[in-house]
């Protein structure tokens, strides 16, 4: 007699900060919810190999390059630090485990079985997970993404690697080349170059962060070149051949051209480099899902097809996260989890596309949201700027912080914040305030007429408010 299969109310597939979340809220609402995991540990990409050990190391290499370039300066003789790999290593492993144990706890206090295993959909219903059927009356696929593969670059993960594998460098090398100037080529670049790597960062586009504010990624260009950071924009990697110790990869000129000697003569560069980074974006992941037997549909990017409720055009299946439309972020995923789990449980939600924060956590850290001033030029909306220094801020100074600015970008009718763009230290922090201004439908004399407590980097905030409206204090 065959066993009777399990029934729950949800089967999440995927524990990433999209799944785990929705997991945790379908439970909390009073659903019998399960939780599918392939790997290990909980947590995905963003505890396992993304936001959460990539953080670990950025906050250790920042505060090994303080000690080695800032100290001295500042009047703490330290000598000469000495950079201990594997210690670093073993811290970031350390905050990783206690991350993704944390979320193993936080399952068991709220009742979600957790079952290890690769999860495929196989209709309306139902799922197989370890040659098992499971009932599900809900399905969340929230599998997350993959690192986008490059022709004629093959990824070993040890002389070529992903983020996964720039994330465990055994040792630090002399050259690193990266491909792609996004988020996480700047984020991992800067690891290994304030370790002692010598970086060049090859980018398609006529410039880096594309997306984000023209003048933020010009400023964050500037500031990263000033810290050793090389560039070659314009150009496309059109080959890489791996000898031992070594890699010798092909740039050819992008659309629009490129500087240096391929520029010259439109002819191909070579660059020998010890390692690569490809970071060129990132695909959904759905393999092994089953999603073509199940019906489910795809778009043409691979991206999981779903209506304004996160519904597949299968009842009863659902998706969030990486793996549909929108901005591939945690805190994304996140806020789709919490929103997908209330409306599997009758109720309604909310998520405000035109208000979610993107980070970038170099030195100075990068923020933006809302607008960029060339969407708003392009849709003919008529805004106001206002711009501040941190240059003129008390605190910025005292920190020996000083480079970077605020900028707001309000409706010239109606002084609705309609942007903010900040390039600063702790900027991912600072812009937390105008998130929740913007979320309010508040205006720039809103945060100019809020009490900020001095002195503080928040100031720049304020000053870039009252800068809206021409009446900046300390500029
Ligand atoms: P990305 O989309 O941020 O950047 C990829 C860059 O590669 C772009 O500048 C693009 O123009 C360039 N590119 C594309 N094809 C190229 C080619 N053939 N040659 C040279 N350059 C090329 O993607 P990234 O950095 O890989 O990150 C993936 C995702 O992960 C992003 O959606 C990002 O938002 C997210 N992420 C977010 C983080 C954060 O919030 N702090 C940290 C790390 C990743």
Known sequence: ????????????????????????????????????????????TCLNVGCIPSKALLSVSEKYEQAAHQFAGLGIDVGTPKADLGKMMAHKDKVVAANTQGIAFLFKKNKVTHIVGTGAVKGAGVVEVNGKTINAKNI??????????????????????TSTGALSLEKVPKTLAVIGGGVIGLEMGTVWQRLGAKVTVIEFLDRILPGMDGELSKEAKKILAKQGMEFKLSAKVTAAKTAKG?????????????????????????????????????RPYTQGLGLDKAGVKVDNRGRIEIDDHFQTNVKGIYAIGDVVRGAMLAHKA?????????????????????????????????ASVGATEEQLKEKGIAYKSGKFPFMANGRARAMAATDGFVKILADAKTDRVLGCHIIGPEAGTLIAEVVAVMEFGGAAEDIARTCHAHPTLNETVKEAALAVDGRPIHI
Not at 148 to 157: A, F, R, S
Not at 248 to 263: C, F, K
């Open 334 to 366: 996140e806020d789709e989890g919490v929103v997908v789990a209330e409306i599997i449980a009758g109720q309604t939600g909310h998520i405000n596309y035109d208000n979610i924060p993107g980070v970038v956590y170099t030195f100075p850290e990068v």
């Open 140 to 161: 969340v696929i929230a599998t997350g993404s993959e690192s986008t593969p490059l022709k004629g670059i093959d990824v070993d993960e040890k002389q070529i690697v």
């Open 1 to 44: 007699m065959s066993e009777t299969p399990e029934t729950y109310d949800l089967v999440v597939i995927g524990s990433g900060p999209g799944g785990y979340v929705c997991a945790i809220r379908a439970a909390q609402l009073g659903l019998k919810t399960a939780c599918i995991e392939k790997d290990k540990t909980l947590g995905g």
């Open 246 to 282: 070594k890699v010798t990869l092909t740039l050819e000129p992008a659309a629009g051209g490129m500087p240096g000697e391929a520029g010259k003569n439109n002819n191909p560069e070579t660059l020998e480099v010890e390692t690569v980074l490809l970071a060129i974006g990132r």
